[in-house]
């Protein structure tokens, strides 16, 4: 008896509590699957069976159809699914790689170089910015506006700027990024739309992966500086004496070891950008809309097209399980560099 | 470490105005190359041999617009923006290609979700990017797109279009689509409120259908909670959408406008034409407010919830008695795929009202022959011209072959040999909007109604189209915030019960007037008196 | 001459050679110098690149009135106005609620409140380290919290109606809550060797990888009590006439319990990979110790993932802020106002052209954030991390 509460080894847990383990896990399993096996039962639905009240079981209590699935996979809306489920495909991993390049560079750089920014040239910059911006709004050309804006700057930067000798530490810069998140998407939709106007960019896949890269970096910057923080400096240390560069360090010492974390947060930022939708409708025309954009439509001026919606929700979702399915190794051997890092 | 060094400060400032100046050459327009490719194809003869198999009706439309070339738009690519289908955009998508075997032109539809058509369409406008040629949109929009110059005078174009039959246009339609005085965008589409009722349900009961809002208050009374489709559950009275961010601002001017408007469609529903004081907090609209709320007591559970697609679907699939709506359930409830109620559905002018507004002490008063000219039987009718129907307009910035191509492809669509039997077909969202539509049954017989009940359907339309007293949408600027943002809200916090009948008529009133003063009482009246006729 | 010339092309390479390789070195330690900015600046470029200038523009919108003009759009400015109509005009009871007057319970919660920070307070007064900017940070903060609680404490009474404000605070509050106790309790179920646990990894990794809209419409679907699938458990239950959606509590429920489905598995995924990383022989040690189950996770797993968790706390709840898609889609902010939240309420303004109320009400939201984010960062996360 007193064997069935006794774990055989570290980490593998008694014969009761991986019962109780199971049966915890079964009941969470079933509360996620559940809504996705409404999908693909809906999915299979006529509108009329939809409205009709619930139908539980293809075939047992309703006779499926796959209407929904030939409209938007190969019958009128298949155009503008594969279209956009393209354009998704190229733009998410893209832009999550860039994020996750330049997000983990400055983690680390965060947590192993101290910075000291002025506050004063802090200042002087938003100013001139704000000033470049208000002289433009008032109809200053743009390319004028920002070259007296960086003359203006500077003079005040090597002036008034080194007066004000106050400065900020890594921890202000990372909260700076992260406070980059804080405004709704909403409110800066009308300015980041302007902007691309203005560079030509609107209605590009570069513009969302632009746009995305932005909004997902303080994301990573902050998931990757706590990675990189629980690894051990030492190791590095070692390698710096040896004569091995930063570059080296970071490339081969710093980012394997970090791999757990860093798979976890490229599934986040791909998920987040896969996903993304009002930004995407906005900077996109007819030509780098994404998948999302197709999902919102269904709900018309007929009411929600439940059955079309489910079809587009699980097409969309296939890709990415996939790549978590793949990715999912590379996070088990986290255990690893565990045991080994020991 | 000194971390802001000029150094770097220089490396961001050029890094910057690099990738500024790298967008900053405009690439050329592919207006423009499109522009070079009509000409030449326009100089050389051209000798397409195909237009031969072209059917009788795409003839005459080439005769009509392109005496010269056999294909006028022969590479025009046409960018038109509206909303995804399938409704309203799937006709455009099924027709395109026939245009552009007719004509030349490519149709591009860019489609975006329903809610976020007004603000992608203005942002493209108003920004100058002009990315989009063509606009499906609701013809609401124009008052605040033509004064700003955005969108085209078609007037001319218009009356010069013999295919297009502008005159088959019924005049209330004509007239939406207008703006002081020129026609700005084509209809495609017919919109007002009616309400329509289970026939026999209505006759097993032994009632008529309903001539006021208290007719339908009791029929939906008597009829809820009883069985229709024999699931042992018990079904509804009356199903209304009344969901939030829907569009439970034109329901509840439906039930109003018989309260309020009884002087013919001049009169206005909306503000006092002198003052342009909302005609909100009085006896009128409180009685509205509270019709509507009794009709959830005769509802689905979470009607508080239902949009007009969920109130639909409950329907067409046999579950309610009643129900306020546009065109659409007509149609709907002929397809076989989606409707259980096939020739069950009986429809009638939205109800009227056997009292109406006294506007001097803001009370109920009975009709008579003063204060209601139009009663038929003693019944004040004022049918509400909710939305008015999707429209086709054109972008003024594009270029010149390509808006005459735009236009020519919305005429094409909203010509009778097109737009006759889309009007028939549920899944188009289109309903009529043209004398030969309702005025010729056996198109509608065709696709599946029967004869009773196109009599009946169409009979509806006409009375409501033909009523004198009809109310018009509101057209003013700001038309979103009065009605899409305030009187919504308010609406919807009066039916959840966070305020009563009369704190909600206060509070839409307030809210109007403080709009009203915000964009200029002056300017408002002169615009709410233009676009009613009051003048 | 010969001779002479041997060694010039004999050190005209070399030459070279040297020259390269002090370029090269050279360059490689300026690279060297430089690798703390040429680490940093790119991603600090990008955010100055799309962040500040949006930042600007959307804080003058705010101050401004937006209206179409001939030919363009035209931006009037009215200083303030778009701020005092959500504090103190027509759109306050939207946006702070309505006050209902204060009950004694009320009136003890709030009090209970006040004296927890005039403690705080006097503690940092007595404290060694004061300093005027600690004390008017530590000012600002208690008048804040106090005023938060004021309107949570005056809306959310019998009588009083939470506005938008409230309502996002609840949604942020008790949806992490759940989110992240759920998260760290699959994340400690499947850490340990359990056949089949991969499978559960991905399962669980599944909510979190719809699409926002998508899920929100899925839930509509899930909890529609009358074609939904639990309306047979619904009507069984006698509740044939009542719908979730037309009670203000109930609504706010189906909002969080489908926030929740969706994002615990953010909170797992982190927590997972936190847990996989530490060391498992500080266990090993202390499983031959004779520690329990409960001792481990006190004593060495809690500390371990405790930075983590902070963190991942300040990234969720500065996301859970902008909550706007479950709402909006599951019951368009109804009933009433019920389930509105604040970025809902902007979009509302937003769509209907009102640019200047939804750029004021996301700034509030902005400074809202902050408040609560910098309280957070300097209460307890620096304490904690530091103590660690």
Redesign the interface.
């Given at each position: 008896m007193n064997r069935l509460f006794q774990r055989k080894s570290i980490l593998r847990p008694s014969p009761a509590s991986m019962a109780l383990s199971y049966v915890a896990l079964g009941i969470w399993t079933f509360i996620v699957l559940f809504p996705l096996y409404w999908l693909v039962v809906t999915s299979l639905k006529l509108p009329i069976q939809v409205h009709e009240g619930p139908f539980y079981l293809p075939f047992v209590d309703f006779q499926p159809s796959l209407d929904a699935w030939y409209y938007i996979v190969a019958g009128d809306l298949s155009k503008d699914t594969w279209r956009t489920y393209l354009n998704t495909v190229i733009v998410a991993p893209i832009s999550a790689v860039i994020t996750l390049i330049l997000g983990t560079a400055s983690a680390y750089a965060l947590t192993r170089f101290n910075y000291q920014p002025r506050l004063g040239a802090i200042f002087t910059f938003i100013g001139c910015a704000a000033l470049a911006i208000v002289a433009i709004a008032f109809g200053v050309p743009w390319l004028v506006a920002i070259i007296s804006a960086l003359v203006i700057f500077f003079l005040l930067l090597s002036t008034i700027g080194r007066r004000f000798k106050r400065s900020m530490g890594n921890d202000d810069i990372a909260f700076w990024m992260i406070s980059q998140r804080m405004l709704p998407p909403i409110a800066v939709v009308i300015p980041i739309y302007i902007l691309f106007q203005q560079l030509n960019l609107l209605d590009t896949r570069t513009a969302l992966i632009i746009t995305y890269v932005t909004i997902n970096l303080p994301i990573v910057v902050w998931l990757m500086r706590d990675y990189l923080r629980s690894i051990p400096i030492e190791l590095e240390e070692c390698a710096a004496i040896d004569g091995a560069s930063r570059y080296r360090i970071f490339w081969s010492i710093v980012l394997p070891l970090a791999v757990p974390g860093l798979v976890a947060t490229f599934l986040f930022v791909l998920v987040f950008t896969w996903n993304e939708y009002l930004l995407a409708l906005f900077l996109s025309g007819a030509k780098a809309q994404t998948l999302p954009y197709v999902i919102s439509s269904q709900n018309a001026t007929r009411g929600p097209q439940w059955w079309n919606m489910s079809v587009l929700i699980l097409i969309m979702i296939i890709p990415v399980i996939a790549m978590a399915i793949v990715l999912e190794r590379y996070i088990a051997r986290g255990l690893l560099v565990g045991a080994v890092k020991g | 470490m000194n971390f802001i060094k000029p150094v770097g400060i220089l490396v961001l400032f050029v890094l910057l105005a690099v990738v500024a100046a790298c967008g900053a050459p405009p690439t050329p327009e592919t207006v423009t190359v499109v522009e070079t490719v009509v000409v030449e194809k326009e100089s050389e003869p051209v000798t397409v041999v195909e237009t031969v198999e072209v059917v009788k009706e795409v003839e005459k439309i080439v005769e009509v617009e392109a005496e010269a070339a056999a294909k006028p738009f022969e590479g025009v690519e046409v960018n038109i923006l509206t909303f995804v289908g399938p409704q309203v955009a799937e006709p455009l998508q099924r027709r395109g290609p026939d245009f552009t075997e007719l004509t030349g032109a490519t149709v591009n539809v860019v489609t975006v979700p329903n809610a976020e058509l007004y603000q992608k369409a203005l942002a493209d406008l108003a920004t100058g990017t002009n990315s989009f040629d063509g606009f499906l949109f609701a013809p609401q929009w124009i008052v605040d797109f033509a004064p700003a110059g955005f969108l085209e005078d078609l007037t001319d174009r218009v009356h010069n279009d013999e295919a297009l039959e502008w005159d088959d246009i019924a005049p209330f339609f004509q007239d939406f689509n207008s703006y002081d005085g020129k026609v700005y965008s084509i209809p495609l589409d017919g919109d007002f409120h009616m309400v329509y009722y289970r026939t026999d349900l209505l006759e097993e009961a032994g009632l008529e259908p309903p001539r006021t809002w208290d007719d339908y208050l009791n029929i939906a009374k008597t009829l809820n909670g009883q069985d229709f489709d024999g699931d042992g559950e018990g079904d509804y009275g009356s199903c209304i959408a009344k969901a939030r961010a829907q569009q439970s601002y034109w329901w509840i001017y439906s039930i109003a406008a018989p309260f309020i408007q009884s002087q013919g469609t001049s009169q206005g529903a909306f503000f006092n034409t002198e003052t342009m004081e909302p005609l909100v907090n009085n006896d009128a609209f409180k009685r509205a407010l509270e019709v509507y709320k009794e009709t959830t007591d005769y509802g689905p559970p979470d009607e508080l919830n239902l949009g007009v697609g969920d109130t639909r679907g409950l329907f067409t699939s046999g579950r309610c008695a009643l129900s306020l709506d546009w065109g659409d359930i007509g149609t709907l409830a002929i397809d076989p795929e989606n409707s259980n109620v096939q020739d069950k559905v009986g429809a009638v002018i939205t109800p009227g009202s056997t009292q109406v507004l006294d506007w001097e002490t803001g009370e109920l008063v009975d009709c008579d022959e003063t204060t209601c000219p139009y009663a038929v039987d003693g019944v004040n009718y004022a049918p509400y011209a909710s939305f008015g129907g999707w429209a086709g307009a054109v972008n003024a910035a594009a270029d010149d072959t390509v808006k005459d191509a735009t236009y020519a492809f919305f005429s094409y669509m909203s010509q009778p040999a097109q737009a006759n039997e889309d009007v028939t077909i549920g899944r188009t969202g289109y309903n009529p909007y043209r004398f030969s539509q309702f005025l010729n049954r056996q198109l509608w017989v065709k696709n599946g109604m029967s004869p009773e009940a196109a009599a009946n359907y169409l009979g509806a339309i006409e009375a409501s189209l033909n009523s004198p007293n009809m109310v018009l949408d509101l057209r003013i600027p700001q038309n979103q915030s009065y009605q899409q943002v305030e009187l919504d809200r308010i609406l919807a916090q009066y039916l959840a019960g966070e305020l009563d009948t009369d704190q909600a008529a206060q509070e839409i009133n307030d809210a109007w007037d403080e709009i009203t003063d915000e964009a200029g009482r002056e300017q408002q009246l002169e615009a709410y008196r233009a676009t009613i006729g009051a003048n | 001459m010969q001779i002479d010339i041997k060694p010039q092309t004999q050190i005209e390479p070399n030459d070279k050679m040297t020259f390269l390789s002090r370029t090269w070195s050279k360059l490689?330690n300026w690279?060297?110098r430089t690798?703390?900015?040429?680490?940093?600046?790119?991603?600090?470029?990008?955010?100055?690149?799309?962040?500040?200038?949006?930042?600007?523009?959307?804080f003058?919108?705010s101050l401004s009135?937006f209206?179409?003009?001939?030919?363009?759009?035209e931006?009037k400015f009215v200083g303030l106005d778009n701020y005092n109509r959500l504090l103190f005009g027509?759109e306050q009871t939207?946006f702070l609620g309505l006050m209902a007057p204060p009950t004694p319970l009320s009136l003890f919660l709030f009090g209970l409140v006040v004296v927890g920070l005039a403690v705080f307070l006097v503690r940092y007064i007595r404290s060694s380290s004061v300093s005027l900017g600690g004390l008017l940070g530590r000012g600002v903060l208690v008048i804040g919290v106090a005023a938060l609680v004021w309107i949570l404490v005056h809306t959310l009474g019998p009588d009083g109606?939470p506005g938008t404000v409230a309502v996002t605070l609840i949604y942020v509050f008790v949806g992490i809550f759940f989110q992240y106790t759920?998260g760290l309790?699959?994340a400690l179920?499947?850490?340990?060797?359990?056949p089949g646990r991969?499978f559960?990894?991905?399962?669980?990794?599944?909510?979190?990888?719809?699409?926002?809209?998508?899920a929100a419409?899925?839930?509509?679907?899930?909890t529609?009590?009358?074609?939904?699938?639990?309306?047979?458990l619904w009507?069984g239950a006698g509740l044939?006439?009542?719908?979730?959606?037309?009670s203000?509590w109930g609504a706010r429920v189906a909002i969080l319990l489908a926030d929740t489905?969706q994002w615990t598995p953010?909170m797992f995924?982190?927590l997972?990979?936190a847990l996989?990383?530490?060391?498992?022989?500080?266990?090993?040690a202390a499983?031959v110790d004779g520690a329990n189950h409960r001792q481990i996770f006190r004593h060495i797993t809690w500390p371990?993932i405790l930075?983590?968790s902070l963190?991942l706390i300040?990234?969720r709840m500065?996301?859970a802020?902008?909550i706007?898609?479950l709402p909006?889609?599951m019951?368009?902010?109804?009933?009433?106002?019920?389930t509105e939240s604040?970025?809902l309420q902007?979009?509302?303004?937003?769509?209907?052209?009102?640019?200047g109320e939804?750029?004021a009400i996301?700034?509030m939201?902005?400074f809202l954030?902050?408040f609560i984010?910098?309280s957070y960062?300097m209460l307890i996360r620096d304490r904690v991390v530091e103590k660690v």
């Open positions: - | - | 490689s690279l060297e690798s703390g900015s040429i680490f940093l600046w790119p991603a600090v470029l990008a955010l100055l690149f799309l962040s500040i200038f949006p930042l600007i523009v959307s003058y919108i009135r209206s179409i003009a001939l030919g363009g759009f931006l027509r939207h109606r759920l309790g699959l179920l499947v850490v340990q060797k359990l991969r559960f990894r991905v399962v669980f990794l599944l909510p979190m990888m719809i699409t926002p809209v998508g419409y899925m839930f509509r679907m899930v529609d009590t009358s074609k939904g699938p639990f309306a047979p009507q044939t006439d009542f719908s979730w959606v037309t203000p489905w953010f995924i982190v997972l990979a996989e990383s530490q060391a498992t022989d500080v266990i090993e499983t371990a930075p983590v963190t300040l990234i500065i996301e802020f902008k706007i898609d909006n889609v019951t368009n902010g109804g009933p009433g106002t019920a604040l970025t902007s979009f509302i303004a937003w769509r209907a052209l009102n640019l939804s750029a996301a700034y939201l902005l954030v902050t984010a910098v960062v």
